[in-house]
């Protein structure tokens, strides 16, 4: 017999070893998520696939799934939370869309769709975040970074070069990138490595190529966050 959780009101099964996350998407069952990305390990920063397991909260993508387990990830509560978060990462970075070469195929704003939100309670921090422009095919522009560590995860597991790494604490938590200046023109990174195409914002951003999908074309213009799988490279 197999086992099977329950998520919301679908019986799940699942096999051993399976997250609840992993146990979702197999389902076709659509978590919120912005850090976990199925080709790398999950590392539970993002917090936005925070389920009720049997009354606790837990996030669905480090979570395993164990045979009984009642798991509530679609009720108002639960969406109400995810928005904050949303809301949140929105406040703490410089995420001006009308202006963002990712608009249209970022996952942080097809979430924001998702989720309505259509104002932020939260007060904007405005840092001030130096572009790294150094690369002669990339740009790294830290303002919209959500500190998601995707490219960390691609660049040390996939490409076997460690080039990204976080640094700071707290609020002044920053991506930095290990080369002798600290500047990406001077690391091992190229254009067609995984770590220059797996950010799921417009931060890691190919230097050519801005705004040439017109509007309606865009990814997320055609669908919703919930009807992909987790999509990089999207620009
Ligand atoms: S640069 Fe992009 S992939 Fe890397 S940590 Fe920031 S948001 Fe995530
Ligand atoms: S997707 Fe699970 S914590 Fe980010």
Redesign the pocket.
Known sequence: MTDTITIDDHQVPFEAGQTI?EAARAAGLYI?????NPAYQ?????????VKVDGVIQ????MPAIAGQKVESDSPEMKSRRKTLVEMIFAEGNHYCAFCIKSGSCDLQALAYHLDMHENSFNHRYPVRVIDASHPDLILDHDRCIF?GLCIRASRDQDHKNVFTMAGRGKATRLAVNSETGKLGDSTIAADDAAAHVCPVGAIMPRRGAYSTPIGERYFDARGIDEIDNASGKL
């Open positions: 996350m919120e998520h912005l850090c976990y999950p590392h539970g920063s993002c917090k936005l696939c925070s996030t669905a993508c480090t998601c």
